[in-house]
């Protein structure tokens, strides 16, 4: 079965303290895998696209890893407005996305 | 430029009712793909469509349609509504099926 694993659930960290979110994935014909971030109330925001084992996307203290079966979020140096539900999608055959249920991240100050 | 719109925000409706929600892509976006979200879970997958045409379909019963419009905007249409199908409704766009997706804030739909 076609499934996005995203672990942990919930991470509460201090403000400086880098740690990394983890997705999981067992997706026939991967074409591509996504990362957005999402605030309450609103839609997801795009982050990075990863296409093949071995990619590596930075922006700001996010840095995202891609390998045959996971992708990591590594989050260095986090500080409170990096708070939000990180959420992980792989396109697969047939143009499907399939999303994990996210990681709720909170960074306190 | 403005980002992907949808209408309206906020919905509530009763068991049996049918309800269509509008969505307005990023323009020059061609795709536009909906998602149901329920609370503390990732978007589920409902459809996609590119350049009119259904490209994509999630394992939604058929009670769920959608379409897209010459200027590439998407109607997503749900019939005989049922408890369950209370959620956040999110549409997507981008520049064609496969790219990097930028999603509107979503349809709060609720059922009574």
């Known amino acids: 079965e076609d499934q996005v694993t995203q672990s942990p659930e919930a991470l509460r960290l201090q403000e400086g303290e880098s740690s990394s979110l983890n997705c999981s994935y067992t997706v026939s014909g991967l074409r591509g895998l996504f990362w957005y971030r999402q605030d309450p109330g609103k839609g997801p925001e795009f982050l990075f696209t990863?296409?093949?084992a071995g990619e590596e996307k930075e922006k700001e203290r996010l840095k995202a890893t891609l390998t045959k079966k996971e992708s990591f979020l590594h989050i260095t140096a986090p500080k409170p407005e990096d708070s939000a539900t990180y959420l992980c999608a792989v396109l697969g055959n047939f143009n499907k996305f399939y999303f994990g249920s996210g990681t709720k991240l909170n960074v306190k100050p | 430029d403005a980002g992907v719109t949808q209408s309206p925000t906020h919905l509530i409706k009763t068991r049996g009712q049918h309800v269509t929600l509008r969505c307005s892509p990023i323009s020059g976006h061609k795709s536009v793909s909906w998602y149901q979200q329920v609370l503390g879970q990732g978007p589920q997958f409902i459809f996609q469509?590119?350049?009119?045409?259904?490209?994509g379909r999630g394992n939604f019963p058929d009670r769920f349609s959608a379409r897209q419009f010459p200027n590439y905007s998407s109607e997503l249409n749900v019939n005989a509504l049922l408890l369950g199908d209370s959620a956040l409704y999110l549409c997507?766009?981008?520049?064609?099926?496969?790219?990097?997706?930028?999603f509107g804030d979503g349809t709060r739909l609720s059922i009574l």
């Open positions: 997507a766009s981008s520049l064609k099926g496969g790219q990097p997706q930028h």
């Open positions: 990863l296409y093949s």
């Open positions: 469509y590119y350049e009119k045409e259904e490209r």
